[in-house]
């Protein structure tokens, strides 16, 4: 755990507000005036831009304070006591966009492949993904499928609809195919559309991936899910398996053939008798056949106790083929289960009242039915070997038991899925531990309400106390895998999910569930609720899995969390301001923003009146960000926006503060964890720094003084040499011719040379532009540069059989033969944009064709 | 934001509409005139901004081009002679919800249109204006019109055009609060489209000069352009008309242009060796007309009413002394 990692590629941003946003501290908004938050764009529009609550009408100093004050009062109090109760339809100003969830395109419904049928064994796809990808496969330009591809939200949003009140999933190609039908039947497009669309259709589901389904958000999604992937691994698995021993079975039996075969009894006339009436009829005379087969080959038979162990372990391995394959998975639950659910015949359910206690009796009871086949399997080796040794192998085979499976073998037995709610659950944790530290490779799938506590009951106030972590206590078992995911991100949550059925070893995962605490107030539907718990941190997702290494950066990941760097996910939402100009506001989605989805935390959240003095508020980023002492007279706000929407502050208790303190110390925790803002590699990369600018620093000074040493040296030598000269020439030469051939000497060289140089160099890196030569096309075959075509109908009324029109009306070639090279000709030339090019004549009885093909040459 | 892709939005409008869904009846335009191919990109525009015909209207003046109306199957307004602006500028005034197109050509904007076309810029108003320019009175066969060049023979001058041209763009580009200005050719469906779309999605008057062949009685008027792309210079910018790969190889004289310059975007209109085209200005921030005359038109019933009480108690008598008089 004390292992820092730097490998977290984001680097760690400290604080806000980054730069590019301008601060307007006064009120607590900022501005972003550069490229640096993620902006979030309304979805309907220009009208659907948040606007601030503007002073209808000025307010004395006297009922400011008072306003105030009445703030101060409420964010002091707990909930009971609190304000008038703020309205039901205000969300968090960041979700305000996605308020109406059929606008918008969130992952379901989702699609379900059958096993082995899914591209890079991918177990679901969103099904907007899809449909755009087989679109995409069999109509590659846009003007393909115009129609069906324009309409494809239709039909995302029909097959939403059509799948709202369905828990389970539904075959897939029935489902959108009466999805063709409806969206064909509300188009109401005429005839030639129509049945281009239809054919298109009928592409379009023909590439349906076979047996795939259809699933839509809802509470049963995570146990569909998990049958999902319980399907994709263990048929497999079996299947393989059944090979394994089919072969040893042919194997055995090979064995006990040679062995009968040695036996002398097997070639006495009445014995061949026996085995022959059946085919020969009597045409083959048994006692003369018995002469011709003569004695037995080998005579050294098997002990009787090899004998019997090898038919006992054929027996079983027989009869382990022919019965009937074992239920794909077993559930121990405490709560109440859909019929749906409890009636698949490929899943055993069983109500438990601490199914954490019961899971492992379920998984030996599971492991002691393969025990047997696993052991079988092991001696039929060693016999097909000859190498099973009674001394050794006896007593070893003796205690044959799970803790002996290897891990192929492990994955064979039937999975034992421990589900319960993280409420339950909260009263059985020794039980959850025992489990996750028994090595028993159990998958527990708790589902967990975000914004409660496990284990409490829903009416007492969530914000008073610190959140128990479940995930956390996961992590704390060590050897287990440990997810926290959301039904929000399927893809993530199959991935654990995966990594739990493919790993010899407990797994927990740990759902949230998108139910909220107080189901008796309108809500703005489950999903919203799962995300908007990720991005508020309240319920972080990660992945734990001790497998993938030893170190804790190879083990844990964190990266699906939004800005994972950041203390809290930071984005800008186009707004109005009160004086009615757009901007950019940037804000981060805390927890208490996500607390404002929650019904039970209403209470928590105030009205900040317009007019109300700015002084005391603050964000609510900002005011965690600040020393608690510091703190103690602000009141924190978060932006919320109406169904008009109209936006205005929240001011929050400070219970509720505590809770967002909380929430965001156990998302630093996390971080720690995960190498980002880790205190361990922060400290690290400052020593290596400093440590670096020493040296750095050291060496220029070393140099420094070599440099200054060697200038010194230079100039004393320099100053002896041209002395040593001058004395020389004064001495040998002819005073009046030493300027100008001194001169001249010094600086032939040192003048020269570079410039020179550079100029050659530059004329010869620099070539002249080479120019692009274009490819001298020529056609032969006519063709239309459907594009260029200006729609005058000139060539269509020419030949409308051998001149089409698509679907933007700009004409294309046709049938060539219910035409003429001469009519091709003609169009070309009648052509405004000359986009028809006639190519050479395809008919050479037509007549004229010398004439039409010179008048042809302009256009080719 | 919540793990969504950038393209979350779903929006499903409760109509889809076709091509045919725009299409009246047939054009009665000349064989080979450039109009069809202007009338077939608008009704692309339309399909592929899914406009509700219901909220779109279509208004004219008088000549060749003004019958564009009578071809789409949306609103329409056919009005008189240099008039199409003053009603696209009326429409819009009270149905601020509506998409606005113009249709109007070299002589109904240029000669009897000036005065609206000169404040209808002024206005920026949010309409699309699609200025036809075939140098030539067609529609009552061949006159000198306002942007013919000198030397053209017409009924009205049969030794030919004396004067130099008007250059719409010039005049456009000198009006204050202009904010979009663009020409295209009809002859690149490409770049017509390209440039109408940016045209419909800029919030203001958008001004499109359209050269326009006209094949009866200006057809050589076009002809050397159109036969010599080189002559042509595409104005390229982020910002600016959208390219196109067959744009950029059948264009090769080409000029980066930032639209926001209009000092360089007015020595650009005036030049007369090649002809520019492209987006020569946009400025999204000039205001619109139609802002300040949209205040108080969603007002309700009640509240016009108590407006008005309002404004006329300022000359009612009130208070415990009136009524304690009555």
Same mark, same amino acid.
């Given at each position: 755990?004390?292992?820092?990692?730097?490998?977290?590629? %984001?680097?760690?941003?400290?604080?806000?507000?980054?730069?590019?946003?301008?601060?307007?501290?006064?009120?607590?908004?900022?501005?972003?005036?550069?490229?640096?938050?993620?902006?979030?764009?309304?979805?309907?529009?220009?009208?659907?831009?948040?606007?601030?609550?503007?002073?209808?009408?000025?307010?004395?100093?006297?009922?400011?304070?008072?306003?105030?004050?009445?703030?101060?009062?409420?964010?002091?109090?707990?909930?009971? %006591?609190?304000?008038?109760?703020?309205?039901?339809?205000?969300?968090?100003?960041?979700?305000?966009?996605?308020?109406?969830?059929?606008? &918008?395109?969130?992952?379901?419904?989702?699609?379900?492949?059958?096993?082995?049928?899914?591209?890079?064994?991918?177990?679901?796809?969103?099904?907007?993904?899809?449909?755009?990808?087989? &679109?995409?496969?069999?109509?590659?330009?846009?003007?393909?499928?115009?129609?069906?591809?324009?309409?494809?939200?239709?039909?995302?949003?029909?097959?939403?609809?059509?799948?709202?009140?369905?828990?389970?999933?539904?075959?897939?190609?029935?489902?959108?195919?009466?999805?063709?039908? /409806?969206?064909?039947?509300?188009?109401?497009?005429?005839?030639?559309?129509?049945?281009?669309?239809?054919?298109?259709?009928?592409?379009?589901?023909?590439?349906?991936?076979?047996?795939?389904?259809?699933?839509?958000?809802?509470?049963?999604?995570?146990?569909?899910?998990?049958?999902?992937?319980?399907?994709?691994?263990?048929?497999?698995?079996? /299947?393989?398996?059944?090979?394994?021993?089919?072969?040893?079975?042919?194997?055995?039996?090979?064995?006990?053939?040679?062995?009968?075969?040695?036996?002398?009894?097997?070639?006495?006339?009445?014995?061949?008798?026996?085995?022959?009436?059946?085919?020969?009829?009597?045409?083959?005379?048994?006692?003369?056949?018995?002469?011709?087969?003569?004695?037995?080959?080998?005579?050294?038979?098997?002990?009787?106790?090899?004998?019997?162990?090898?038919?006992?372990?054929?027996?079983?391995?027989?009869?382990?083929?022919?019965?009937?394959?074992?239920?794909?998975?077993?559930?121990?639950?405490?709560?109440?289960?859909?019929?749906?659910?409890?009636?698949?015949?490929?899943?055993?359910?069983?109500?438990?009242?601490?199914?954490?206690?019961?899971?492992?009796?379920?998984?030996?009871?599971?492991?002691?039915?393969?025990?047997?086949?696993?052991?079988?399997?092991?001696?039929?080796?060693?016999?097909?070997?000859?190498?099973?040794?009674?001394?050794?192998?006896?007593?070893?085979?003796?205690?044959?038991?799970?803790?002996?499976?290897?891990?192929?073998?492990?994955?064979?037995?039937?999975? &034992?899925?421990?589900?319960?709610?993280?409420?339950?659950?909260?009263?059985?944790?020794?039980?959850?531990?025992?489990?996750? =530290?028994?090595?028993?490779?159990?998958?527990?799938?708790?589902?967990?309400?975000?914004?409660?506590?496990?284990?409490?009951?829903?009416?007492?106030?969530?914000?008073?106390?610190?959140?128990?972590?479940?995930?956390?206590?996961?992590?704390?078992?060590? $050897?287990?895998?440990?997810?926290?995911?959301?039904?929000?991100?399927?893809?993530?949550?199959?991935?654990?999910?995966? %990594?739990?059925? !493919?790993?010899?070893?407990?797994?927990?995962?740990?759902?949230?569930?998108?139910?909220?605490?107080?189901?008796? %107030?309108?809500?703005?539907?489950?999903?919203?609720?799962?995300?908007?718990?990720?991005?508020?941190?309240?319920?972080?997702?990660?992945?734990?899995?001790?497998?993938?290494? !030893?170190?804790?950066?190879?083990?844990?990941?964190?990266?699906?969390?939004?800005?994972?760097?950041?203390?809290?996910?930071?984005?800008?939402?186009?707004?109005?301001?009160?004086?009615?100009?757009?901007?950019?506001?940037?804000?981060?989605?805390?927890?208490?923003?996500?607390?404002?989805?929650?019904?039970?935390?209403?209470?928590?959240?105030?009205?900040?009146?317009?007019?109300?003095?700015?002084?005391?508020?603050?964000?609510?980023?900002?005011?965690?960000?600040?020393?608690?002492?510091?703190?103690?007279?602000?009141?924190?706000?978060?932006?919320?926006?109406?169904?008009?929407?109209?936006?205005?502050?929240?001011?929050?208790?400070?219970?509720?503060?505590?809770?967002?303190?909380?929430? =965001?110390?156990?998302?630093?925790?996390?971080?720690?964890?995960?190498?980002?803002?880790?205190?361990?590699?922060?400290?690290?990369?400052?020593?290596?720094?400093?440590?670096?600018?020493? $040296?750095?620093?050291?060496?220029?000074?070393?140099?420094?003084?070599?440099?200054?040493?060697?200038?010194?040296?230079?100039?004393?030598?320099?100053?002896?040499?041209?002395?040593?000269?001058?004395?020389?020439?004064?001495?040998?030469?002819?005073?009046?011719?030493?300027?100008?051939?001194?001169?001249?000497?010094?600086?032939?060289?040192?003048?020269?040379?570079?410039?020179?140089?550079?100029?050659?160099?530059?004329?010869?890196?620099?070539?002249?532009?080479?120019?692009?030569?274009?490819?001298?096309?020529?056609?032969?075959?006519?063709?239309?540069?459907?594009?260029?075509?200006?729609?005058?109908?000139?060539?269509?009324?020419?030949?409308?059989?051998?001149?089409?029109?698509?679907?933007?009306?700009? /004409?294309?070639?046709?049938?060539?033969?219910?035409?003429?090279?001469?009519?091709?000709?003609?169009?070309?030339?009648?052509?405004?944009?000359?986009?028809?090019?006639?190519?050479?004549?395809?008919?050479?009885?037509?007549?004229?064709?010398?004439?039409?093909?010179?008048?042809?040459?302009?256009?080719? | 934001?919540?793990?969504?892709?950038?393209?979350?939005?779903?929006?499903?409008?409760?109509?889809?509409?076709?091509?045919?869904?725009?299409?009246?009846?047939?054009?009665?335009?000349?064989?080979?005139?450039?109009?069809?191919?202007?009338?077939?990109?608008?009704?692309?525009?339309?399909?592929?901004?899914?406009?509700?015909?219901?909220?779109?209207?279509?208004?004219?003046?008088?000549?060749?081009?003004?019958?564009?109306?009578?071809?789409?199957?949306?609103?329409?307004?056919?009005?008189?002679?240099?008039?199409?602006?003053? &009603?696209?500028?009326?429409?819009?005034?009270?149905?601020?919800?509506?998409?606005?197109?113009?249709?109007?050509?070299?002589?109904?904007?240029?000669?009897?249109? !000036?005065?609206?076309?000169?404040?209808?810029?002024?206005?920026?108003?949010?309409?699309?204006?699609?200025?036809?320019?075939?140098?030539?009175?067609?529609?009552?066969?061949?006159?000198?019109?306002?942007?013919?060049?000198?030397?053209?023979?017409?009924? !009205?001058?049969?030794?030919?055009?004396?004067?130099?041209?008007?250059?719409?763009?010039?005049?456009?580009?000198?009006?204050?609060?202009?904010?979009?200005?663009?020409?295209?050719?009809?002859?690149?469906?490409?770049?017509?489209?390209?440039?109408?779309?940016?045209?419909?999605?800029?919030?203001?008057?958008?001004?499109?000069?359209?050269?326009?062949?006209?094949?009866?009685?200006?057809?050589?008027?076009?002809?050397?352009?159109?036969?010599?792309?080189?002559?042509?210079?595409?104005?390229?910018? $982020?910002?600016?008309?959208?390219?196109?790969?067959?744009?950029?190889?059948?264009?090769?004289?080409?000029?980066?242009?930032?639209?926001?310059?209009?000092?360089?975007?007015?020595?650009?209109?005036?030049?007369?060796?090649?002809?520019?085209?492209?987006?020569?200005?946009?400025?999204?921030?000039?205001?619109?007309?139609?802002?300040?005359?949209?205040?108080?038109?969603?007002?309700?019933?009640?509240?016009?009413?108590?407006?008005?009480?309002?404004?006329?108690?300022?000359?009612?008598?009130?208070?415990?002394?009136?009524?304690?008089?009555?």
């Amino acid at each position: 755990m004390n292992t820092p990692n730097n490998e977290t590629p %984001q680097t760690p941003v400290e604080g806000l507000p980054p730069t590019g946003i301008a601060l307007n501290a006064g009120k607590g908004e900022k501005y972003e005036s550069g490229k640096v938050a993620e902006v979030i764009a309304p979805a309907d529009g220009s009208n659907g831009v948040p606007r601030m609550l503007t002073v209808s009408q000025e307010i004395g100093a006297a009922e400011q304070r008072m306003l105030l004050e009445e703030l101060h009062r409420f964010h002091a109090s707990s909930p009971e %006591q609190g304000m008038a109760k703020i309205a039901q339809d205000l969300v968090p100003a960041l979700l305000s966009p996605f308020r109406e969830l059929e606008k &918008v395109r969130h992952g379901f419904p989702l699609f379900l492949y059958a096993p082995g049928t899914g591209p890079d064994e991918l177990l679901c796809v969103a099904l907007s993904d899809l449909l755009a990808e087989l &679109v995409e496969s069999f109509a590659p330009s846009e003007d393909q499928a115009r129609i069906l591809r324009d309409n494809l939200p239709r039909i995302e949003l029909f097959a939403y609809k059509a799948l709202s009140g369905q828990s389970a999933p539904v075959d897939a190609r029935n489902l959108l195919s009466q999805v063709a039908q /409806a969206v064909q039947k509300e188009l109401q497009l005429r005839e030639e559309d129509a049945a281009r669309l239809k054919t298109d259709f009928g592409t379009l589901l023909d590439r349906i991936p076979t047996d795939g389904k259809l699933l839509g958000f809802n509470d049963d999604a995570i146990l569909h899910l998990l049958f999902l992937t319980a399907r994709h691994v263990l048929p497999l698995k079996r /299947a393989a398996f059944k090979k394994q021993v089919d072969h040893l079975r042919w194997k055995l039996k090979s064995l006990l053939l040679v062995e009968k075969n040695k036996d002398t009894s097997s070639r006495q006339p009445e014995a061949l008798r026996a085995s022959l009436e059946k085919v020969s009829g009597g045409f083959v005379d048994p006692t003369a056949l018995a002469n011709i087969l003569g004695p037995a080959r080998g005579s050294v038979l098997m002990t009787p106790l090899r004998r019997k162990r090898i038919e006992a372990v054929k027996h079983i391995l027989d009869e382990y083929v022919k019965t009937k394959e074992s239920s794909l998975l077993t559930i121990i639950h405490e709560g109440e289960l859909k019929d749906t659910l409890a009636k698949d015949p490929s899943v055993d359910c069983f109500k438990q009242s601490d199914p954490c206690k019961a899971a492992a009796s379920f998984f030996d009871k599971q492991a002691a039915k393969m025990a047997d086949v696993f052991r079988a399997v092991r001696i039929a080796y060693l016999e097909v070997e000859n190498a099973y040794d009674s001394k050794h192998h006896d007593a070893w085979l003796e205690r044959f038991d799970w803790e002996a499976f290897s891990e192929q073998e492990a994955l064979l037995v039937p999975p &034992v899925v421990v589900l319960q709610s993280a409420n339950r659950l909260g009263e059985q944790l020794v039980s959850l531990s025992r489990l996750l =530290l028994s090595g028993l490779p159990v998958k527990v799938v708790v589902t967990v309400q975000p914004a409660g506590q496990p284990g409490e009951t829903s009416s007492k106030d969530p914000a008073g106390a610190f959140h128990f972590e479940l995930g956390y206590l996961g992590l704390s078992q060590r $050897e287990a895998i440990v997810q926290q995911s959301s039904l929000a991100r399927p893809a993530h949550l199959v991935q654990g999910l995966m %990594q739990g059925f !493919t790993a010899a070893r407990a797994s927990l995962h740990v759902v949230s569930s998108g139910v909220p605490l107080d189901k008796s %107030q309108p809500n703005f539907g489950g999903w919203l609720y799962s995300s908007a718990a990720l991005e508020g941190r309240a319920h972080p997702f990660f992945l734990y899995n001790p497998a993938k290494g !030893t170190s804790w950066a190879q083990r844990f990941d964190l990266s699906e969390n939004p800005q994972p760097e950041q203390d809290w996910p930071v984005y800008a939402l186009p707004c109005k301001n009160d004086k009615g100009e757009e901007k950019k506001l940037v804000m981060p989605f805390t927890f208490a923003e996500f607390a404002l989805l929650e019904p039970a935390y209403r209470g928590h959240f105030a009205a900040v009146a317009p007019g109300c003095p700015d002084d005391d508020l603050i964000a609510v980023d900002e005011y965690l960000a600040l020393d608690p002492n510091q703190s103690t007279h602000k009141i924190p706000f978060v932006w919320a926006v109406d169904k008009d929407h109209q936006m205005l502050r929240l001011a929050i208790t400070r219970r509720l503060a505590f809770a967002c303190r909380d929430r =965001l110390g156990y998302w630093r925790t996390l971080q720690e964890l995960g190498g980002v803002n880790n205190e361990y590699v922060r400290k690290a990369t400052d020593k290596v720094r400093e440590e670096a600018r020493a $040296e750095v620093n050291a060496e220029k000074a070393r140099l420094e003084a070599t440099r200054a040493e060697e200038i010194e040296r230079a100039r004393t030598e320099a100053a002896g040499e041209s002395m040593g000269r001058l004395a020389a020439m004064l001495l040998e030469s002819d005073l009046t011719t030493l300027s100008a051939g001194g001169a001249k000497r010094a600086a032939a060289p040192s003048l020269s040379s570079p410039s020179a140089d550079a100029k050659k160099e530059a004329t010869v890196e620099a070539p002249g532009p080479v120019e692009e030569k274009e490819e001298d096309l020529s056609f032969n075959e006519p063709w239309i540069d459907t594009p260029l075509c200006t729609s005058c109908n000139d060539c269509i009324n020419l030949n409308p059989q051998l001149f089409l029109y698509n679907g933007n009306k700009q /004409a294309l070639l046709g049938d060539l033969n219910s035409g003429t090279y001469a009519q091709i000709v003609a169009a070309a030339q009648k052509c405004p944009s000359r986009a028809i090019h006639p190519g050479k004549p395809w008919n050479p009885d037509e007549p004229n064709l010398e004439e039409l093909t010179k008048k042809a040459e302009p256009f080719s | 934001m919540l793990g969504l892709k950038s393209d979350w939005v779903l929006d499903v409008p409760q109509r889809y509409y076709t091509l045919e869904d725009y299409e009246s009846n047939v054009a009665r335009w000349c064989v080979g005139c450039g109009d069809h191919a202007v009338l077939n990109a608008v009704q692309r525009i339309c399909r592929d901004e899914q406009l509700k015909p219901e909220k779109t209207v279509f208004v004219s003046g008088i000549g060749c081009s003004s019958r564009f109306p009578h071809y789409m199957k949306t609103y329409g307004f056919h009005s008189l002679h240099g008039r199409a602006l003053p &009603v696209a500028c009326g429409v819009k005034a009270r149905r601020p919800d509506l998409t606005v197109w113009v249709a109007t050509g070299d002589g109904d904007c240029c000669s009897i249109g !000036t005065a609206h076309w000169i404040h209808a810029i002024r206005y920026n108003m949010n309409l699309t204006v699609m200025m036809f320019d075939n140098g030539i009175y067609g529609l009552t066969k061949a006159q000198t019109s306002p942007t013919s060049p000198i030397g053209l023979k017409t009924n !009205t001058h049969p030794r030919g055009a004396w004067l130099p041209p008007i250059n719409p763009l010039v005049t456009t580009l000198g009006v204050s609060n202009c904010s979009f200005v663009a020409r295209t050719v009809d002859w690149n469906p490409i770049h017509l489209y390209n440039t109408l779309r940016t045209a419909l999605n800029h919030r203001g008057f958008s001004f499109v000069q359209i050269m326009q062949r006209c094949p009866n009685y200006t057809s050589q008027l076009h002809q050397q352009t159109q036969n010599d792309p080189s002559l042509v210079m595409l104005l390229t910018h $982020e910002n600016g008309v959208p390219m196109d790969d067959s744009m950029s190889r059948l264009f090769k004289t080409q000029q980066v242009h930032d639209p926001m310059d209009i000092d360089e975007a007015r020595e650009l209109a005036d030049r007369h060796d090649v002809l520019p085209i492209g987006l020569f200005f946009r400025d999204q921030s000039r205001p619109c007309y139609e802002d300040y005359t949209n205040i108080g038109l969603e007002m309700s019933y009640d509240e016009r009413l108590a407006g008005f009480e309002k404004e006329l108690d300022k000359f009612a008598v009130s208070g415990p002394q009136a009524k304690s008089k009555s």
